[in-house]
DNA sequence: CTGATTCTTACGAAACGCGGACGGTCGCCG
DNA sequence: CGGCGACCGTCCGCGTTTCGTAAGAATCAG
């Protein structure tokens, strides 16, 4: 999830609001650090204004639009038909005029996105190291062989499959994995052993989904390659 | 933390509350120095008020902006809305109009700072010298090798990576790295020599985390390059 | 030389991660 | 309908790592 707003204080309550429904959030005030995050993070959806400092919202929408089928939720600041029809121009799913209370920002984001599930639009599937994950048909393999991984498992894993690289402690895997706002930590700590004793050539030793002592957990692709 | 203020009641003022909050703060009293110490301290927030000899408090925050993505709180002497639309064009983060409580610039300081934070933006990855980090998989490199940090030691020794050439005594890096109000100032000493044992070729004789005697320590880069 | 400052070492408490195990829930199949 | 097994969250005990603190040695400035 990627928000892209330059009024820090819209960003700030959007971004709360959205957290506390279970997403990981990324921000961006401007359109050039949204088109790179767009590209290297790869959001699974987008909230972008209309009015940016730099680049026109309207037309990071169309460059985002070139190279991906991402969703992307306008917010405009006017409601007139000239801004409706740009915006789904530049080919956004969806729109919202200031000021907007954040709660319907939630429900429209959690509509688009039960939508685009239910989409005939599978989520692309891609390699990583030995894996590929394949999000549509919830398999992963590992050198062309299925894992045989649980409901929670196949979650935690492709979520870290598409985060790479980044370290993250055990309340946000919560928060991004199992959309708990709170919870038990160690149930985080025994999926993780629950994956290792899949995808580890020696869970005694990790060295793919790797712990960080003190932080969290990281999967790293440095043993595989 | 950098403020660029030319009244001198009001720089007096906003950095003694500033740093009463705990936040280490250098001062600048015109866009030109302003500039500079942006550059070479690569501050985590800056103060920057809009009227100033020299250059324009506008235009230094848009030269800011085009290389760094630091946060910017502009201080407007007049509440009109060009200012404001000027400001936020430019790329600041928030704005205070002038007078304002300096009570609530500490408080404006901390909620943008719990923001960026609190943000899963991967922070961007960068090399020094021989030294590469990124703080997003919390690794630090010394010429391509994994350095085996442990919690704490790369909190210290990466917060100094983001401040180089300075020199900061044991109450600043206390407050900055573990976030302490007060404490025993040996817990720095003591981690500074464990950081030492891993980056140091000798340990003994520490070109790279110098001490600044009568001070406190400093990172510094002639010894490696 | 003297006092202040920093370095070094050592210790122990606390935090942390891990494995093992338990029990409740749910869906499947006989 | 009852039993079985997979799944998953929780809990406990153990070994390890970390890290603040203290105390003596070494170093520096004046």
Redesign the interface.
Same mark, same amino acid.
């Given at each position: 999830m990627l928000i892209v707003e &330059? &009024? *820090?204080t819209v960003?700030?309550v959007a971004?709360t609001y959205l957290?506390s429904a279970g997403f /990981? +959030?990324? $921000? $961006?005030? &401007?359109g050039f650090?949204a088109l790179q995050?767009a590209a290297s993070?790869s959001p699974d959806l987008i909230v972008l204004d209309r009015m940016l *400092?730099g680049i026109d919202g309207a037309e990071v929408c169309r460059r985002i639009r070139a190279e991906s089928a991402v969703p992307i939720i306008l917010l405009t600041a006017m409601s007139s038909t000239d801004d409706r029809i740009d915006g789904l121009e530049a080919g956004a799913d969806d729109y919202l005029t200031k000021p907007f209370s954040p709660r319907e920002l939630v429900l429209r984001v959690q509509s688009i996105l039960r939508r685009s599930v239910n989409d005939l639009t599978p989520e692309a599937s891609f390699d990583l190291g030995p894996f590929s994950l394949d999000p549509a048909a919830r398999i992963i393999r590992r050198d062309g062989r299925e894992l045989a991984l649980s409901a929670r498992e196949f979650d935690l894993f492709s979520f870290l499959l598409k985060h790479p690289?980044?370290?993250f402690n055990r309340e946000?895997l919560l928060r991004a994995v199992w959309h708990w706002e709170f919870g038990d930590l160690s149930t985080v700590t025994v999926t993780v052993r629950r994956v290792r004793e899949k995808i580890e050539d020696d869970p005694t030793d990790p060295v793919i989904l790797v712990t /960080?002592?003190? +932080?969290g957990y990281?999967l790293d692709l440095e043993g595989t390659t």
């Open positions: &330059d &009024d *820090p960003l700030e971004s957290r /990981v +959030v990324t $921000a $961006a005030t &401007d650090t995050l993070s *400092p690289r980044q370290a946000q /960080v002592w003190g +932080v990281r």
